[in-house]
């Protein structure tokens, strides 16, 4: 007896619902709310009254957010890079050196994944303290001059290191996951014509881990545009701009100046930067191809 159509719907209709409610649903508020301003007549407080598009006209106008966008951009062309070029080294090592100590080593490089942004932050935060910072108190004892890491010239690639540091392991993770999953007639072949070392890297691994870094990559492309808890918990440290990331600027706006229409303007803008960001991303990379 053949199915009825309506059968994978109701195997579905679980995932859509909660995809509804709670993805769909907030997207579409946020999009309403964005077409409200507040509005003050006389003495009275402001009101939100309906603006349109006037949120979206003051957004591309606003250089606190045009400014926030080309932090995180800065930030994204030189974290990304680095983050992917140590978590492909370390997957490649992992998987070239077999060993007793490679579920040790694994564990290690994973570890910093496992502590909340938040923790990671405060543990930076003292890390990165002009007066009891041990790097600090390492070059004091060498000679050097004591380096404020939290100054405002340095902030953003300080907020870059945590980042590095929390996600680089989950990273490797995945890359060496996909190295795992290489044939190993492959690289038996590979050997008898004289490949090893280096070039059974470079012409047999890499091309093999294509797939997958671009995986990663759209990945933390959009986890870069997400940036939010490392400078919110490194504010009260030292000098972090108020719109040292996107994030954190809208977060700004709805919560201390309490006009949440913008704030939802401005969440709006930024998923549709980050989406168009990836598609740009994708079509630089895959060149016509499949990836």
Known sequence: MKPSPAVPWLFLSPFLALFTLFYLAPVGYAGYLSLFIKKR???????????GFANYARAFQDQDFLGS????????VVQVPLMMLIATALALILDSHKGRLQGVF?????LPYTIPSVIAGLLWGYLYAK???????????????KTDFLDSSLILWSIANIVTWTWTGYNMITLYAALQNVPTDLYEAARIDGADGWKLTRFIKLPLLKPSLLLVLI?????????????FVLRPLGYVPDNITPN?????????????????TLAILL?????????????????GGEL
Do not use: C, H, W
């Not at 998923?271 to 990836?278: I, Q, W």
């Open 106 to 110: 694994r564990t290690a490089f994973y």
């Open 219 to 231: 990945f933390s492309i959009i986890g870069t545009m997400q940036v939010f808890a490392e400078p």
């Open 271 to 287: 998923a549709g930067f980050t989406f168009l960001s990836s598609v740009a991303f994708l079509r630089f990379t895959r060149r």
């Open 69 to 76: 966008l080309g932090n995180i951009l800065k930030f994204g």
């Open 41 to 51: 007549a006389g003495f009275g407080p402001a009101k939100d009254v309906f603006g």
């Open 248 to 264: 954190t600027y809208l977060y700004l706006v709805a919560s201390r100046d309490g006009n949440f229409s913008y704030a939802a």
């Open 131 to 145: 007066n009891v910072s041990p790097f600090n108190q390492i070059s004091a004892a060498l000679g050097g001059v």
